[in-house]
């Protein structure tokens, strides 16, 4: 029969959106299945995309378990599992995740899309109901399929510097990789300074960019400025690399006119299909043979590029600035009012406070 499987019920407590609440529930998980992880979540972090889900801005299944950011220690794992690097997994370790599982042969994963396999899970969107349930990782546990990409990360680098890992780092990892080739001293401007748009102008600078953001926040300009980045000039010359990660419609259209002739945009801030439209002029991207990708989510390779950077550097940038300060599980519904008023790139989920430890 393979791999044997652990025989004991694993029991957890998660947050769940249903019905325009976020509750907190407690699931008894059945045994694991071969080749799956189970995971005790030390640290979460809620995205603008958990925070979209949570307002009602896409569709969702009944009973949606919460949150794609995390960190934490496996509990559970049969003896034959590597890491993306090919070591091997043991109770105890600490690991990332990505946010999702691809079957690795489809059209889509085969053309280069895992982030958009016909049989894709993605964690952070699906419901308690589907195996393998515990999916969200604003949760006292994860149980991670074996489609799962997975890095094992060293106890020297603090849960506040690797968090993201699993989303706006392995995003910004994608952005790059969609930037082209990025030659030192490439003049790139990045418009929001959320999550992503930090993370990206974060790994720019380390690559020897010059990086320039455009944010309405002073306190978010304030983080990027301490990553190497500094605030847009309004009068700024066209850039030959422009990132879009606010979200914003009318910053797309901004992009566009931002970038040079035979320059490059990317797209990466617009993930809720419906909410917002821009017109552009199309005579805009011919005439300056402007090139435009897509970014939503990434490749197993963006993920480890992405780690590899936070290990690279995740300790000389005081990455805690992203983050509100911690808040226990319980607490995950104040989490998105938090999430809503902007404060706070990402809200801290930390599942071993008690709401007296606040
Ligand atoms: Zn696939
Ligand atoms: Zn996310």
């Not at 990086?211 to 978010?220: D, G």
Request: glycine share 10%; net charge negative.
């Amino acid at each position: 029969m393979g791999a044997s499987t652990a025989q004991t019920q694993v029991d957890i407590s998660l947050a769940v959106y249903d019905k325009g609440a976020v509750t907190i529930e407690r699931l008894q998980l059945p045994p694991r299945g071969p080749g799956e992880i189970d995971v005790a979540i030390t640290s979460a972090a809620i995205c603008g995309s958990d925070l979209h889900t949570v307002l009602g801005h896409r569709e969702t299944p009944e009973r949606t378990a919460l949150g794609h950011e995390g960190v934490g220690r496996i509990t559970d794992v049969d003896p034959d599992v590597v890491d993306l690097r090919g070591a091997t997994l043991r109770p105890g370790d600490r690991v990332v995740f990505a946010l999702f599982s691809s079957c690795g042969s489809c059209d889509r994963c085969t053309a280069g899309l895992p982030m958009k396999c016909r049989s894709l899970v993605k964690y952070g969107h699906e419901s308690v109901l589907k195996p393998p349930h515990a999916t969200g990782t604003l949760a006292t546990g994860v149980r991670l399929l074996p489609g799962v990409p997975v890095v094992r990360i060293p106890d020297s680098l603090s849960d506040s510097v690797v968090v993201s890992a699993g989303c706006a780092v392995a995003t910004a990892g994608a952005i790059i990789a969609a930037a082209g080739p990025l030659a030192p001293r490439t003049r790139v401007l990045v418009f929001g300074a959320g999550a992503v748009g930090a993370y990206c102008a974060a790994m720019l600078t380390s690559l020897g960019c010059i990086v320039q953001v455009r944010e309405p926040s002073a306190e978010r300009l304030a983080i990027v400025e301490e990553f190497g980045a500094t605030a847009a000039h309004p009068d700024a010359e066209p850039f030959p690399v422009v990132v879009e990660a606010s979200g914003s419609a009318t910053a797309f259209v901004e992009a566009l006119h931002a970038t040079d002739i035979g320059g490059r945009v990317v797209a990466a801030g617009s993930v809720s299909p419906g909410q917002s439209t821009a017109s552009i002029d199309p005579a805009l991207l011919v005439t300056r043979r402007i090139t435009v990708s897509g970014v939503h989510n990434y490749t197993i390779d963006d993920f480890r590029r992405g780690v590899d950077w936070l290990l690279a550097h995740g300790r000389d940038l005081n990455l805690d600035r992203l983050l509100s300060p911690p808040l226990p599980l319980s607490a995950a519904a104040e989490g998105f009012r938090q999430m809503q008023t902007g404060r706070y790139p990402r809200v801290l989920i930390r599942p071993d406070l008690t709401e007296a430890a606040q």
